[in-house]
């Protein structure tokens, strides 16, 4: 073990190689676009976080929505699928980081962002403006949600 100091706290952390029980993986959903797979993973829980990839308002069509509302409402209905699909739900989510080609769209993206999540449930968030995103997409969000062994909403 290799101890650091700093800011009065006393931090243990291995050496590399040395032996050290790892969580297990596990992978949720393997995206396509247009029938070609792309290089992530929906979700992945590691311990009792998952960890969701960044998802746009493209629809099962493969087409953005238009406009930041619809684009919102059908990135926030992704997120859900995944959620489902790994036994989670909203109120699991616990943390999100949301990206806006234009920063003059977080208020509309607020005005749906908030009806996904129980009121005084809201997960912590950052927001920031971008130079593009995927696809031409107005908006895009990844989440992480506890993921443990009890079963939430």
Do not use: K
Not at 20 to 41: I, N
Not at 63 to 82: D, F, Y
Not at 83 to 112: E, I, Q
């Amino acid at each position: 073990m290799r101890r650091l100091f700093g800011m009065g706290a006393l931090l243990a952390l291995p050496f590399a190689g040395a032996s050290a029980q790892r969580p297990p993986v596990e992978h949720f959903g393997a995206p396509q676009l247009g029938g070609q797979p792309l290089p992530f993973s929906n979700a992945v829980r590691v311990g009792d976080v998952l960890y969701l990839s960044g998802q746009i308002g493209i629809g099962a069509d493969g087409r953005l929505s238009e406009g930041i509302e619809a684009q919102t409402r059908q990135m926030m209905e992704n997120i859900g699928a995944i959620l489902r699909s790994a036994g989670r739900g909203w109120d699991d989510v616990f943390h999100c980081t949301a990206m806006l080609d234009n920063m003059a769209d977080w208020p509309a993206f607020n005005r749906v962002y908030v009806g996904y999540f129980t009121p005084g449930r809201l997960p912590a968030r950052s927001a920031f403006g971008t130079d593009g995103l995927a696809l031409g997409a107005l908006i895009e969000l990844e989440c992480q949600a506890y993921a443990g062994r009890a079963r939430r909403r």
